[in-house]
């Protein structure tokens, strides 16, 4: 299965959730009329979003995109922390000599970090897959995408960034479609003016993941009153 059919996959499953609990919302309101439901319009509005990401990126060709071969042995993975990272050994097409590319991922597109030449390569296998095969990372572009508009749900979903031994978890909310970022631990949020700096809590803290905001321990509160009076927050 190819990167992009790996991502349209993914969607149809998130839009299949979606339409899930759209359903369930419609025979919830027939039956209690003062529990607060999602909106079905906006639960819509999202699946055509994300209908629209997944085609933008499938559509997409970056200068700096580094894609494999069909003859090249890759290894990916998501070391905690740090971005996705990939190991790459293109053959020669003789397997006398191959390159070695090391690639990470910058929330937008894969990275060179490193490359050499190799001789005598030997690789072992398990008899039967065991791993899936490698796909690119959701960009951050498309991760925000998913976040948008959700803020009106009674659960909205945020873009959540990993703690690490430096930092805390950092939390990334559409508010009003305004990004405002918090952590766990800090006495106020900040607007996100500039996505270049979600690019850079990428490279401190690892792919960030879209989380409903109940998964984590901030709250509405958290993100609503104004940053220059929420310190006791």
């Known amino acids: 299965m190819t990167d992009s059919q790996q991502r349209a996959l993914a969607t149809l499953r998130d839009i299949d959730a979606s339409f899930h609990r759209l359903f369930e919302a419609v025979a919830e309101d027939g039956a209690t009329a003062s529990t607060p439901v999602e909106d ?15 085609l933008f990126e499938h559509q997409r060709q970056t200068a700096d995109d580094i894609r494999p071969g069909g003859e090249s042995c890759i290894l990916q ?6 971005p996705p990272r990939r190991l790459v050994l293109d053959s020669d097409g003789d397997g006398d000599c191959w390159t070695r590319r090391e690639l990470e991922w910058t929330g937008n597109g894969w990275r060179m970090c490193g490359h050499d030449t190799v001789h005598d390569v030997a690789i072992s296998v398990p008899a039967e897959p065991r791993y899936p095969d490698p796909v690119n990372p959701p960009t951050l572009d498309m991760l925000l995408e998913w976040i948008r508009g959700t803020w009106t749900h009674p659960d909205p979903d945020v873009l959540v960034f990993d703690a690490t031994a430096t930092g805390e978890q950092g939390v990334v909310a559409a508010v009003d479609d305004e990004l405002r970022y918090r952590e766990q631990d800090s006495h106020q949020w900040y607007t996100v003016t500039d996505e270049e700096e979600l690019y850079h809590h990428l490279q401190q803290q690892g792919q960030p993941a879209v989380q409903s905001l109940s998964e984590t321990p901030l709250t ?7 940053p220059l009076t929420n310190d006791d927050r």
């Open 220 to 226: 509405r509160l958290h993100f609503t009153p104004s």
């Open 77 to 82: 993975w998501n070391p905690t922390g740090t």
């Open 40 to 54: 079905p319009l906006a639960i819509l509005r999202r699946a055509r979003s994300q209908i629209d990401a997944t």
